[in-house]
Nanobody, 124 residues
Framework: QVQLVESGGGLVQAGGSLRLSCAAS????????MGWFRQAPGKEREFVAA????????YYADSVKGRFFISRDNAKNTVYLQIDSLKPEDTAVYYC?????????????????WGQGTQVTVSS
């Protein structure tokens, strides 16, 4: 059974940074793409970033380009999301997800398994 466990969320002031981690177990981590999504209260889950299985390709939502950076370490079965220049509108629960797809999928339906989420709260 696949398990994803996120960590690294917290309360931070606007302009600050966080590094989210997602540790995977129960499967061959390097066999598929990985992604990050977020969900704010009362809103739908939205795509943030994705990385291909090798780590050679990345894709970002327009709203986070230049501030968010996704990476992965297949030897450690871990994917990361570096978040810089945080804004209050970045406040959400951030979810890590895994996909069997190639490339950098950006839709919720393309992901097969999900972590439990980690809360990021940005104060103004």
């Amino acid at each position: 059974q696949v398990q994803l466990v996120e960590s690294g969320g917290g309360l931070v002031q606007a302009g600050g940074s966080l590094r989210l981690s997602c540790a995977a177990s129960g499967r061959t981590f390097s066999s598929g793409a990985m992604g990050w999504f977020r969900q704010a209260p009362g809103k739908e889950r939205e795509f943030v970033a994705a990385i291909s299985r090798s780590g050679g390709s990345t894709y970002y939502a327009d709203s986070v380009k230049g501030r968010f950076f996704i990476s992965r370490d297949n030897a450690k079965n871990t994917v990361y999301l570096q978040i810089d220049s945080l804004k209050p509108e970045d406040t959400a629960v951030y979810y890590c997800a895994g996909s069997g797809a190639y490339g950098t999928p950006a839709r919720v339906i393309q992901y097969d398994y999900w972590g439990q989420g980690t809360q990021v709260t940005v104060s103004s």
